[in-house]
């Protein structure tokens, strides 16, 4: 055991990164600066530019064909970025108008500006040829694509123009949007951009292709004429107003109902934030997407309301993602009505203070007060988290976590072992200097009323990433007994272990870009059983990328499944499978999705093969169709056809979701959902307008309606929201 922290130890401490440090300057102005895409002021010739771009697709050995160029000014209040981006002609791909799109499939251009130079967050900002703006929050260090946050919003401006060969990007970003040390002249910065006629990615800072375009490894570094002052951020008030008039078929009631509240964002020196709500609306105006769960365990969704958005990974990145994260925001809103059923949980109101403390440090705390509902047996309920995170080495960090959720008063229908539930934790997360070595490894025990042992969570992966070999060893342990009320736990009472291992080819020409082949076993051990195998899965998998940006997938999975429980795999009430009883079962799938750079583009996934003790055949789908850039329309079906023995169920699944989005303009919107499932017996439809009528200010008019689709087929739910929120900066 000494070793290997001695091992972790060293892979955390070394640095070998031997590229060469590129560096821009950002030129101190008093000129006032006029945000049109033209770049016409003077002083903007004075600047030199951050260029020489390095392609990272379709090879990562040579300078970008197409370079952009990036220039940069500050001033007391905002940092202005001029950008010229050449291209083949100005045939650009813009498929829409709204903003944070996503990169894929369009031209645009991306900054990343890591101001504490810590190589773990990061803040986003982009835009296309037409002006639409983007900008997300990045952290874990550009390691995986859940690092992104694009629900973040903030306030700048963006302007372009549109030439024969290049557009021009001018933005004004006011420094208040970030934040930073006073006192800083260096902040680490990269820059990516997507050409679609040139079918070429580029990046400033040379990455290698087995690292995401997005990693904050691979940086270089912006130098500012003369020290950043002090930020003067502005106080911003929130408030909303919400109006709902509803109708509920089921038990032939309706509900009409008026809202206000609103929330509060005040900075606390240039590198903290505290944010406070009342009676906050987290109602879905943009509903989720719904998928077919044929498994036997809860699927977690992405968090989308804004009091839980910014420096959300100090609370939420913990524990292994998949089995085991003590802390899971959309936990706290939601409770169980008498009869089981997931419902609203009114929030009374909550603070948050979260940010830097110096540059190695940063600090979160999270309270929210939830209100009693008699009727439903739901407590009001207090839920705090303490987070803490002290950067070690060049990119590693220590974090140490706190969870609490307790009834804040006595109820008879509230059991003692439900009246509080707590969580502490440390984690360990390995980032070496060029992120060849990432790893994880934590540590967590809840308390609990009547439990003394079997309460422990544990986990270790460390993973290798080079240019040809991913490699990684993972492992975890989660007690019988421990519990996280606030968390997302898939199953207790288990040890995991996952390796993986992938070795990937590329190729010097033809039409295949690179492919790769990768083997992951998943085993799984119940301990309280004499450590009897409850589960394996053998996941088999080549892939292949193509030069025209398509890829291709095949696997292969072996599985092996103990059910200690009777379990429905259809989940729609037919006869279940019996419990203890052991399914050994092989399935095949194939992934294929087309260039996304084309108007109608498409992907699909058949698979086919055992079932536990029968046959499963799958198709999902979908097809993309664009009229640039004012609409986009996506069909989305998945069909899964089950095939067991009698008397157990053969059904056939469906889950159809076209969505129609149309942009008016880069100020209003028209997005519509319809979904079918026929696992729930539900139609739904969801279809909203918005307006932006003034920055980060919206009226929304959003229309519900939910249908049972068996017989009889009726109404089931009917709702009509406008809900206005207007963002005012003091």
Same mark, same amino acid.
């Not at 010739?45 to 197409?66: G, H, I, M, R």
């Given at each position: 055991?000494?070793?290997?922290?001695?091992?972790?130890?060293?892979?955390?401490?070394?640095?070998?990164?031997?590229?060469?440090?590129?560096?821009?300057?950002?030129?101190?102005?008093?000129?006032?600066?006029?945000?049109?895409?033209?770049?016409?002021?003077?002083?903007?010739?004075?600047?030199?530019?951050?260029?020489?771009?390095?392609?990272?697709?379709?090879?990562?050995?040579?300078?970008?064909?197409?370079?952009?160029?990036?220039?940069?000014?500050?001033?007391?209040?905002?940092?202005?970025?001029?950008?010229?981006?050449?291209?083949?002609? =100005?045939?650009?791909?813009?498929?829409?108008?709204?903003?944070?799109?996503?990169?894929? #499939?369009?031209?645009?251009?991306?900054?990343?500006?890591?101001?504490?130079?810590? #190589?773990?967050?990061?803040?986003?900002?982009?835009?296309?040829?037409?002006?639409?703006?983007?900008?997300?929050?990045?952290?874990?260090?550009?390691?995986?694509?859940?690092?992104?946050?694009?629900?973040?919003?903030?306030?700048?401006?963006?302007?372009?123009?549109?030439?024969?060969?290049?557009?021009?990007?001018?933005?004004?970003?006011?420094?208040?949007?970030?934040?930073?040390?006073?006192?800083?002249?260096?902040?680490?910065?990269?820059?990516?951009?997507?050409?679609?006629?040139?079918?070429?990615?580029?990046?400033?800072?040379?990455?290698?292709?087995?690292?995401?375009?997005?990693?904050?490894?691979?940086?270089?570094?912006?130098?500012?004429?003369?020290?950043?002052?002090?930020?003067?951020?502005?106080?911003?008030?929130?408030?909303?107003?919400?109006?709902?008039?509803?109708?509920?078929?089921?038990?032939?009631?309706?509900?009409?109902?008026?809202?206000? #509240?609103?929330?509060?964002?005040?900075?606390?020196?240039?590198?903290?934030?505290?944010?406070?709500?009342?009676?906050?609306?987290?109602?879905?105006?943009?509903?989720?997407?719904?998928?077919?769960?044929?498994?036997?365990?809860?699927?977690?969704?992405?968090?989308?309301?804004?009091?839980?958005?910014?420096?959300?990974?100090?609370?939420?990145?913990?524990?292994?993602?998949?089995?085991?994260?003590?802390?899971?925001?959309?936990?706290?809103?939601?409770?169980?009505?008498?009869?089981?059923?997931?419902?609203?949980?009114? /929030?009374?109101?909550?603070?948050?203070?979260?940010?830097?403390?110096?540059?190695?440090?940063?600090?979160?705390?999270?309270? $929210?007060?939830?209100?009693?509902?008699?009727?439903?047996?739901?407590? +009001?309920?207090?839920?705090? $988290?303490?987070?803490?995170?002290?950067?070690?080495?060049?990119?590693?960090?220590?974090?140490?976590?706190?969870?609490?959720?307790? +009834?804040?008063?006595?109820?008879?229908?509230?059991?003692?072992?439900?009246?509080?539930?707590?969580? /502490?934790?440390?984690?360990?997360?390995?980032?070496?200097?060029?992120?060849?070595?990432?790893?994880?490894?934590?540590?967590?025990?809840?308390?609990?009323?009547?439990?003394? =042992?079997?309460?422990?969570?544990?986990?270790?992966?460390?993973?290798?990433?080079?240019?040809?070999?991913?490699?990684?060893?993972?492992?975890?342990?989660?007690?019988?007994?421990?519990?996280?009320?606030?968390?997302?736990?898939?199953?207790?009472?288990?040890?995991?272990?996952?390796?993986?291992?992938?070795?990937?080819?590329?190729?010097?020409?033809?039409?295949?870009?690179?492919?790769?082949?990768? $083997?992951?076993?998943?085993?799984?051990?119940?301990?309280?059983?004499?450590?009897?195998?409850?589960?394996?899965?053998?996941?088999?998998?080549?892939?292949?990328?193509?030069?025209?940006?398509?890829?291709?997938?095949?696997?292969?999975?072996?599985?092996?499944?103990?059910?200690?429980?009777?379990?429905?795999?259809?989940?729609?009430?037919?006869?279940?499978?019996?419990?203890?009883?052991?399914?050994?079962?092989?399935?095949?799938?194939?992934?294929?999705?087309?260039?996304?750079?084309?108007?109608?583009?498409?992907?699909?996934?058949?698979?086919?093969?055992?079932?536990?003790?029968?046959?499963?055949?799958?198709?999902?789908?979908?097809?993309?169709?664009?009229?640039?850039?004012?609409?986009?329309?996506?069909?989305?079906?998945?069909?899964?056809?089950?095939?067991?023995?009698?008397?157990?169920?053969?059904?056939?699944?469906?889950?159809?979701?076209?969505?129609?989005? $149309?942009?008016?303009?880069?100020?209003?919107?028209?997005?519509?959902?319809?979904?079918?499932?026929?696992?729930?017996?539900?139609?739904?439809?969801?279809?909203?307008?918005?307006?932006?009528?003034?920055?980060?200010?919206?009226?929304?008019? +959003?229309?519900?309606?939910?249908?049972?689709? #068996?017989?009889?087929?009726?109404?089931?739910?009917?709702? /009509?929201?406008?809900?206005?929120?207007?963002?005012?900066?003091?």
């Amino acid at each position: 055991m000494k070793k290997i922290f001695l091992l972790i130890f060293i892979i955390s401490y070394t640095s070998v990164s031997a590229q060469e440090v590129k560096k821009v300057h950002v030129k101190h102005t008093t000129t006032p600066i006029t945000v049109d895409g033209s770049l016409d002021e003077t002083i903007w010739s004075e600047t030199v530019p951050a260029t020489n771009f390095w392609q990272y697709f379709p090879t990562d050995t040579l300078q970008a064909k197409q370079q952009t160029e990036i220039r940069m000014l500050f001033d007391e209040h905002n940092l202005y970025i001029g950008i010229k981006v050449s291209s083949l002609s =100005n045939n650009f791909i813009v498929p829409s108008l709204r903003r944070d799109f996503r990169a894929f #499939g369009n031209d645009n251009v991306t900054m990343l500006f890591d101001t504490f130079n810590d #190589g773990s967050n990061a803040y986003f900002f982009g835009s296309n040829p037409a002006g639409v703006k983007r900008e997300a929050l990045l952290a874990g260090g550009g390691t995986d694509i859940k690092g992104f946050n694009m629900a973040w919003d903030t306030k700048w401006i963006c302007k372009t123009t549109i030439h024969d060969t290049y557009y021009i990007a001018e933005m004004a970003i006011p420094l208040s949007a970030f934040k930073f040390r006073e006192g800083e002249t260096k902040w680490r910065f990269n820059s990516y951009q997507f050409d679609t006629q040139g079918n070429e990615r580029s990046t400033w800072i040379n990455i290698p292709q087995n690292q995401w375009i997005f990693n904050l490894a691979y940086m270089g570094e912006m130098i500012f004429e003369k020290p950043l002052g002090k930020s003067k951020a502005p106080i911003s008030i929130i408030p909303y107003l919400n109006a709902l008039s509803a109708k509920d078929f089921e038990d032939n009631s309706a509900l009409n109902n008026f809202k206000i #509240g609103g929330d509060a964002k005040f900075a606390i020196g240039n590198s903290m934030n505290l944010d406070l709500t009342i009676n906050p609306d987290f109602s879905q105006i943009e509903v989720d997407q719904q998928i077919t769960n044929l498994t036997r365990f809860e699927v977690s969704l992405p968090e989308r309301r804004q009091f839980f958005v910014e420096n959300s990974d100090l609370f939420v990145d913990f524990g292994s993602g998949r089995d085991e994260n003590p802390f899971f925001s959309r936990r706290i809103g939601i409770a169980k009505d008498t009869n089981g059923n997931s419902i609203e949980n009114k /929030i009374i109101g909550g603070i948050r203070l979260s940010g830097k403390v110096n540059n190695n440090l940063r600090l979160g705390i999270l309270s $929210v007060q939830t209100e009693e509902d008699i009727a439903n047996e739901i407590p +009001a309920t207090n839920n705090s $988290v303490f987070a803490i995170q002290q950067k070690v080495f060049s990119r590693s960090n220590l974090s140490f976590l706190f969870i609490n959720k307790q +009834a804040t008063k006595k109820y008879d229908f509230l059991s003692d072992n439900d009246s509080y539930n707590r969580v /502490i934790g440390v984690d360990y997360n390995l980032a070496s200097s060029d992120n060849t070595w990432i790893g994880r490894y934590f540590v967590h025990k809840s308390f609990s009323p009547g439990i003394e =042992n079997k309460d422990i969570s544990t986990g270790i992966s460390t993973e290798y990433n080079s240019r040809f070999f991913k490699i990684r060893l993972s492992g975890l342990y989660i007690g019988d007994d421990f519990r996280s009320d606030l968390g997302f736990v898939r199953r207790t009472g288990i040890i995991k272990m996952n390796p993986s291992f992938e070795r990937t080819f590329y190729t010097r020409k033809g039409k295949i870009q690179k492919h790769s082949f990768s $083997v992951i076993p998943i085993f799984i051990w119940k301990p309280e059983l004499d450590f009897e195998n409850s589960d394996y899965t053998i996941i088999s998998k080549w892939k292949m990328n193509f030069t025209n940006n398509s890829e291709l997938e095949v696997s292969m999975f072996n599985k092996f499944t103990h059910l200690y429980d009777e379990f429905d795999p259809t989940r729609t009430g037919s006869t279940p499978l019996p419990g203890n009883k052991s399914y050994t079962y092989t399935s095949f799938d194939v992934k294929y999705r087309s260039d996304m750079r084309k108007k109608v583009s498409f992907g699909f996934s058949p698979s086919f093969g055992q079932f536990f003790n029968g046959q499963k055949y799958s198709l999902k789908g979908q097809l993309t169709w664009r009229i640039q850039p004012y609409f986009q329309t996506k069909v989305q079906v998945n069909y899964n056809y089950i095939d067991l023995p009698k008397p157990y169920p053969t059904k056939s699944i469906w889950l159809i979701g076209p969505r129609f989005d $149309v942009t008016f303009s880069k100020n209003l919107f028209w997005n519509t959902l319809v979904q079918y499932n026929n696992q729930q017996e539900n139609l739904s439809i969801n279809s909203r307008l918005q307006w932006r009528f003034a920055p980060l200010s919206d009226l929304f008019i +959003a229309y519900n309606d939910n249908y049972f689709t #068996g017989d009889p087929y009726a109404p089931k739910f009917r709702s /009509i929201n406008l809900k206005l929120t207007y963002w005012l900066n003091i």
